[in-house]
Protein backbone atom coordinates (compact mmCIF):
# COMPACT_ATOMS: atom_id res chain seq x y z
CA UNK A 1 0.00 0.00 0.00
CA UNK A 2 0.99 3.77 -1.10
CA UNK A 3 -0.27 6.71 -0.20
CA UNK A 4 0.59 9.84 -2.91
CA UNK A 5 0.38 13.29 -2.14
CA UNK A 6 0.34 15.83 -4.54
CA UNK A 7 -0.92 19.57 -5.26
CA UNK A 8 1.38 21.27 -3.27
CA UNK A 9 2.98 24.80 -4.52
CA UNK A 10 3.63 28.28 -4.02
CA UNK A 11 0.65 30.57 -3.69
CA UNK A 12 0.11 34.23 -3.15
CA UNK A 13 -1.62 35.16 0.22
CA UNK A 14 -5.59 34.76 -0.06
CA UNK A 15 -4.98 32.11 -3.04
CA UNK A 16 -5.82 28.42 -3.36
CA UNK A 17 -4.62 25.19 -3.59
CA UNK A 18 -6.13 21.71 -3.49
CA UNK A 19 -3.87 18.41 -2.58
CA UNK A 20 -4.99 15.20 -3.36
CA UNK A 21 -4.01 12.19 -1.21
CA UNK A 22 -4.27 8.78 -3.34
CA UNK A 23 -3.71 5.22 -1.98
CA UNK A 24 -2.91 2.39 -3.83
CA UNK A 25 -1.90 -1.39 -3.79
CA UNK A 26 -4.12 -4.12 -2.03
CA UNK A 27 -6.72 -2.46 -0.40
CA UNK A 28 -9.49 -3.85 0.96
CA UNK A 29 -11.12 -0.63 3.02
CA UNK A 30 -10.04 2.72 4.26
CA UNK A 31 -10.80 4.38 7.60
CA UNK A 32 -10.25 7.67 8.71
CA UNK A 33 -7.66 9.52 6.45
CA UNK A 34 -6.06 13.07 7.74
CA UNK A 35 -3.93 15.72 6.37
CA UNK A 36 -1.15 16.63 8.79
CA UNK A 37 0.97 19.60 8.22
CA UNK A 38 4.50 20.24 9.88
CA UNK A 39 6.18 23.74 9.20
CA UNK A 40 9.96 24.37 9.97
CA UNK A 41 10.88 24.27 13.41
CA UNK A 42 7.11 22.97 14.59
CA UNK A 43 5.28 20.01 15.55
CA UNK A 44 3.25 18.18 13.23
CA UNK A 45 0.27 18.93 13.99
CA UNK A 46 -3.37 17.44 12.46
CA UNK A 47 -5.19 19.75 9.81
CA UNK A 48 -8.29 17.88 9.25
CA UNK A 49 -9.50 14.26 9.00
CA UNK A 50 -12.49 12.73 7.46
CA UNK A 51 -13.67 8.88 8.61
CA UNK A 52 -14.96 6.95 6.01
CA UNK A 53 -18.66 7.99 6.50
CA UNK A 54 -17.70 11.21 5.95
CA UNK A 55 -17.38 13.09 9.05
CA UNK A 56 -15.00 15.65 9.21
CA UNK A 57 -12.66 17.64 11.95
CA UNK A 58 -10.94 20.37 11.18
CA UNK A 59 -8.03 22.74 13.43
CA UNK A 60 -9.29 25.80 14.90
CA UNK A 61 -6.72 27.75 12.60
CA UNK A 62 -8.33 26.24 9.22
CA UNK A 63 -11.73 25.99 9.88
CA UNK A 64 -13.98 27.70 7.58
CA UNK A 65 -11.42 28.19 4.57
CA UNK A 66 -10.39 24.35 4.13
CA UNK A 67 -12.58 21.86 3.38
CA UNK A 68 -11.80 17.85 3.55
CA UNK A 69 -13.22 15.12 0.70
CA UNK A 70 -12.84 11.97 -0.25
CA UNK A 71 -13.74 9.90 -3.47
CA UNK A 72 -14.02 6.31 -2.13
CA UNK A 73 -13.93 5.07 -5.88
CA UNK A 74 -10.94 6.79 -7.00
CA UNK A 75 -9.53 5.72 -2.63
CA UNK A 76 -8.30 9.44 -2.92
CA UNK A 77 -8.83 12.14 -0.16
CA UNK A 78 -8.55 15.94 -1.05
CA UNK A 79 -7.67 18.79 1.23
CA UNK A 80 -9.20 22.41 -0.75
CA UNK A 81 -7.12 25.45 0.96
CA UNK A 82 -8.79 28.85 0.29
CA UNK A 83 -7.81 31.87 2.17
CA UNK A 84 -4.22 30.97 2.30
CA UNK A 85 -1.91 32.34 4.94
CA UNK A 86 1.78 32.86 5.30
CA UNK A 87 1.14 30.42 8.22
CA UNK A 88 0.09 27.89 6.06
CA UNK A 89 2.89 27.47 4.79
CA UNK A 90 4.73 24.06 5.46
CA UNK A 91 5.23 20.63 4.56
CA UNK A 92 1.88 18.82 4.35
CA UNK A 93 1.25 15.35 5.19
CA UNK A 94 -1.60 12.60 4.39
CA UNK A 95 -2.61 9.55 6.81
CA UNK A 96 -4.65 6.48 6.29
CA UNK A 97 -5.53 3.59 8.24
CA UNK A 98 -5.93 1.01 5.83
CA UNK A 99 -7.24 -2.56 5.79
CA UNK A 100 -4.96 -4.41 3.06
CA UNK A 101 -7.26 -7.68 3.26
CA UNK A 102 -10.65 -8.27 4.94
CA UNK A 103 -9.01 -10.33 7.91
CA UNK A 104 -6.05 -7.69 8.99
CA UNK A 105 -6.38 -5.02 11.29
CA UNK A 106 -5.90 -1.42 10.03
CA UNK A 107 -2.22 -0.50 9.42
CA UNK A 108 -0.96 3.44 10.04
CA UNK A 109 0.12 5.24 6.11
CA UNK A 110 1.85 7.96 5.53
CA UNK A 111 2.38 9.94 1.94
CA UNK A 112 5.26 11.39 1.19
CA UNK A 113 4.60 15.31 2.25
CA UNK A 114 3.99 17.99 -0.39
CA UNK A 115 5.14 21.18 0.00
CA UNK A 116 2.84 24.60 0.64
CA UNK A 117 4.26 27.74 0.84
CA UNK A 118 1.93 31.43 0.89
CA UNK A 119 4.25 33.92 0.29
CA UNK A 120 3.79 37.25 -1.52
Known amino acids: VQLQASGGGLVQPGGSLRLSCAASGSIFSINATGWYRQAPGKQRELVAVISSGGSTHYADSVKGRFTISRDNAKNTVYLQMNSLKPEDTAVYYC???????????????WGQGTQVTVSS
Open 95 to 109: NAAIKPVWYMRPYDY
